[in-house]
């Protein structure tokens, strides 16, 4: 009787052309008053650190600014509003280098400095922290382990390609019952012959569902991590996304579960073994995330100052009222702070001095500055501020999960007091 159901293919069914990005909209229509202009973005910079960025660095940030406010700021919205990541802007990223920028150009990398790269996060994250994501699990948690840590073969077949955007990579290190302690990981390396068996369950592999090749961090029979290069297109590799999120709508966020897979040993990371492999990684990704939670910042402050100057009750400007003012003040402070931070660290970086707990200190500071500024733009906006009438909303959902992967708030804070007191509060 149901005979239909089984030649179903929902694949095949006619489907509803998507809404014009541009065009589509459901959010109030602007008074005089509500007007925010995306191209009149006027960056924070009290202390004029602009004076102390490199020719290049400043025309990376502004090559990189120009393409968010064009590309994907009149984008965004609506792509996030449909839990859509815009798949389109990959081949963007692509050509403006966005994709392991620091990597030398024989891989495919533009040997841009540290400070460059983290300006590109900045201004990534402006547009939106879900490309910005995309950006920093491409260069630093999958094109950084197969450079630091991969074979030759592995570099030429990855590594050129990753970068033009015609390969996408994951990073799989968390699962369901494995977060802020890695150390504790279920997920298996088999010897096999000549290769290996891997089995478990990855949870929150951002772009899994979209990517090509995951680096997937295992432990052996020896119980000692090792890290594998497994494409996704492998028998036994399934790669569901999690779609129901309040937060980075418009990125991909997905699971990796591996049952049997086997992979040969050339698909193993060769030269590193252990929790070092993926936490150095992390220290890679983190170090982009603190610049660019600036960038998001940067955003809602601009978008708030916008609001003040230009909303009237009362007679005039909101701007004028002491309390708005505070505000602002509040926000320029903490964002002032946080670039004097990003910049140093940066500087650390680029002499090779760096120490992971630094970069622990800059994301704890600055993520949590990020939120709190998003939040008390959100005020400043009423209540069109809870619309996709401005992007303040969604920089503020977007850096709930940003505050929480790379290392929890907690984690940074005990990663710091360890630093300063000697003493590990994790065992
Ligand atoms: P511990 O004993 O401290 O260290 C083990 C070995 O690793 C070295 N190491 C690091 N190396 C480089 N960078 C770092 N940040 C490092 N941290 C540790 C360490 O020197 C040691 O080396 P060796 O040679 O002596 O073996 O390890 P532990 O197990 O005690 O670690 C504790 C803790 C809590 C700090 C660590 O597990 C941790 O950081 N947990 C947080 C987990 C986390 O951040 N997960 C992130 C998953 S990926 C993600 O969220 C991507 S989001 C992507 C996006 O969309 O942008
Ligand atoms: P838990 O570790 O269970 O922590 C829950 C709470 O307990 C937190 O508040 C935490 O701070 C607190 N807590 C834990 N331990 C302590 C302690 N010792 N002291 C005090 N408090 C503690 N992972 C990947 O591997 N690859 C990815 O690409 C990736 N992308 C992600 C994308 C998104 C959108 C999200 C939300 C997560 C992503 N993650 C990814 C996972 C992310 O790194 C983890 O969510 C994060 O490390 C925290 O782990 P958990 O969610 O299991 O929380």
């Not at 014009?20 to 008074?31: L, N």
């Not at 966020?253 to 073994?273: K, N, Y």
């Not at 070092?276 to 910042?297: D, E, H, V």
Request: some cysteine; aromatic content about 8%; overall charge negative.
């Amino acid at each position: 009787m149901f005979a239909f159901l089984s030649s179903f293919d929902a694949t095949v069914m006619p489907q509803p052309a998507p809404p014009d990005p541009k065009t589509a909209s459901s959010s109030p229509t602007p008074s005089a008053s509500e007007t925010w202009d995306p191209a009149a973005f006027d960056p924070p910079d009290f202390y004029d650190l602009d004076a102390l960025l490199s020719d290049e660095a400043t025309a990376v940030r502004d090559r990189v600014r120009a393409f968010v406010t064009e590309e994907v700021v009149p984008i965004i919205e609506k792509y996030a509003q449909r839990g859509e990541f815009p798949r389109h802007l990959i081949s963007s990223f692509a050509e403006h280098g966005l994709l392991g920028p620091t990597l030398p150009p024989e891989y495919g990398g533009e040997g841009h400095s540290n400070i460059a790269y983290g300006l590109i996060m900045q201004e990534l994250e402006r547009g939106d922290s879900g490309l910005r994501s995309f950006c920093s699990v491409t260069g630093a948690l999958v094109m950084y382990p197969i450079w630091q840590y991969g074979s030759d073969a592995q570099k030429e077949r990855w590594l050129p390609a990753l970068a033009r955007g015609e390969a996408i990579g994951c990073f799989g290190l968390t699962e369901p019952d494995v977060g802020s302690n890695p150390a504790e990981m279920q997920t298996r390396a088999r010897r096999d012959g000549d290769g290996w068996v891997l089995d478990g369950h990855k949870r929150w592999s951002t772009n899994a569902t979209i990517a090509d090749v995951a680096v997937i961090w295992a432990k052996d029979e020896d119980d000692t991590v090792r890290g594998f290069l497994v494409e996704t297109d492998r028998d036994g590799v399934e790669t569901p996304p999690i779609d129901d999120s309040w937060s980075l709508r418009a990125a991909v966020t997905s699971e990796v579960v591996l049952d049997g897979v086997r992979v040969p040993d050339a698909a193993r990371l060769p030269e590193v073994s252990g929790l070092k492999g993926p936490l150095s990684c992390l220290t890679q990704a983190r170090y982009g995330i603190c610049w660019g939670t600036i960038g998001a910042a940067m955003a809602c402050f601009d978008t708030a100052r916008q609001h003040a100057q230009n909303r009237e009750q009362f007679g005039g400007p909101i701007g004028r009222f002491q309390l708005m003012q505070e505000r602002l003040v509040d926000m320029v402070q903490e964002i002032t702070k946080a670039q004097l931070l990003n910049w140093r660290l940066g500087t650390l970086k680029e002499a090779g001095t760096m120490r992971p707990q630094q970069v622990s200190l800059a994301k704890r500071n600055n993520c949590q500055t990020a939120l709190d500024v998003a939040r008390s733009a959100r005020q400043v906006l009423g209540g069109n501020g809870v619309t996709s009438m401005y992007p303040v909303m969604r920089h503020m959902n977007n850096l709930e999960s940003v505050v929480t992967y790379e290392g929890t708030h907690e984690v940074h804070t005990l990663i710091v007091g360890e630093d300063v007191t000697g003493l590990n509060a994790f065992t």
